[in-house]
């Protein structure tokens, strides 16, 4: 059974900095897109970040674009956020999908969630 598997969350202060990682359990999802999401309390699961492979296209949210970077090498995936705000406060998911992932995909493999704390 694949397993992705995050860690990397904690409670920060506004403008820290934190590094996420995810490992996949098979090697084969070297070759899958691999991406995360993010689900604030009372709010719907959103789309972060993703990349197809480790030299390939990455994609982001416009609310992450200039502080968030994802970077992947082989079955990992890795989302480092610098200049964090209150609002990247959430449970950030893990996910993979047999083709590329963007903000309207439901992936079909998900972790189970790290929680990101920023405070003000």
């Known amino acids: 059974q694949v397993q992705l598997v995050e860690s990397g969350g904690g409670l920060v202060q506004a403008g820290d900095s934190l590094r996420l990682s995810c490992a996949a359990s098979?090697?084969?999802?070297?070759?899958?897109?691999m991406g995360w999401f993010r689900q604030a309390p009372g709010k719907e699961r959103e789309f972060v970040a993703s990349?197809?492979?480790?030299?390939?296209n990455s994609y982001y949210a416009d609310s992450v674009k200039g502080r968030f970077t994802i970077s992947r090498d082989n079955a990992m995936v890795y989302l480092q956020m610098n200049s964090l705000r209150p609002e990247d406060t959430a449970v950030y998911y893990c996910?993979?999908?047999?083709?590329?992932?963007?903000?309207?995909?439901?992936?079909?493999?998900w972790g189970q969630g790290t929680q990101v704390t920023v405070s003000s």
């Open positions: 996910a993979a999908d047999l083709k590329t992932i963007v903000q309207s995909t439901t992936p079909r493999w």
């Open positions: 098979a090697r084969t999802f070297s070759r899958y897109p």
């Open positions: 990349k197809n492979w480790s030299g390939g």
